[in-house]
């Protein structure tokens, strides 16, 4: 088995990014992902994905904001940084972003099939990722 370096030159490195979308409350938006998602099918999860070559980080967190729940966001900014592997060799790094909404009416996109407004204490209860439900809890006030 490679270690080190060369276990790092001969793997994937692939970015992803979530956002936690508060609304004037101080609730965010967690999102259930549908029964035939490809990955972690019924759990709740975040907005978010993989960001396109021709856009900057914010502007890919912002645009799947867009996509999968119709919200548009502001005050977009970087909340942690996580690196993982994912089993298969691959290194995911996931940017977690934290931004603010003022909208109310969130629209599905094919990838959800429900969606809840959150305190962290109701999302840590939730059936999520371990990941997410810790930075949660390390990083949300």
Known sequence: ?????????????????????????GKFLTLLRTATAPTRPLKWDL????????????????????EETGLAVTGTRPLCLVSEHDGSGDRWVTVAYRADTKATDVTLSF??????W????EFLLLDSSDKWRGIA?????
Do not use: W
């Open 1 to 25: 088995m490679e270690t080190g370096v060369d276990a790092f030159r001969n793997s994937r490195v692939c970015l992803s990014q979530k956002t936690f979308v508060f609304n004037t409350e």
């Open 47 to 66: 907005p978010g994905g993989a960001l396109e070559i021709d856009e900057t980080p914010i502007e890919g967190a912002e645009r799947e904001i867009k």
């Open 111 to 116: 990838e959800h099939e429900e969606y809840r």
């Open 118 to 121: 959150v305190t962290k204490e």
């Open 137 to 141: 809890a390390q990083y949300l006030d």
